[in-house]
Nanobody, 124 residues
Framework: QVQLVESGGGLVQAGDSLRLSCAAS????????LVWFRQPPGKEREFVAG????????TYADSAKGRFTISRDNTKTTLYLQMNSLKAEDTAVYYC?????????????????WGQGTQVTVSS
């Protein structure tokens, strides 16, 4: 069982930056594919970004490309999402998720472990 705890959300203005963190409670952190999803108010959950075991591959949703950067520190068992140039439409609850399966899928069903989420609100 892996526990994931997100942090770093908050209320910011459009154009600001935030860095989300996701701390994992596993010694085999380096063997997990890790992703960020988000759920905007009144909408379905959507894929944001993913990173492979050794960070050799990253994948981004079109909405995140060029503004968001996903990274991981396997020594600290922590996943990050650096979000720059935030827009009002980035307002959502952001979740990290993990799977032992190698390869990044954009489908939520592909992930076995989820955090509780952290709220990001961007005012325009």
């Amino acid at each position: 069982q892996v526990q994931l705890v997100e942090s770093g959300g908050g209320l910011v203005q459009a154009g600001d930056s935030l860095r989300l963190s996701c701390a994992a409670s596993t010694r085999t952190f380096s063997s997990y594919t890790l992703v960020w999803f988000r759920q905007p108010p009144g909408k379905e959950r959507e894929f944001v970004a993913g990173i492979s075991w050794g960070a050799e591959r990253t994948t981004y949703a079109d909405s995140a490309k060029g503004r968001f950067t996903i990274s991981r520190d396997n020594t600290k068992t922590t996943l990050y999402l650096q979000m720059n140039s935030l827009k009002a439409e980035d307002t959502a609850v952001y979740y990290c998720a993990a799977t032992r399966t190698y390869g990044i899928t954009t489908l939520g069903a592909g992930y076995d472990y989820w955090g509780q989420g952290t709220q990001v609100t961007v005012s325009s």
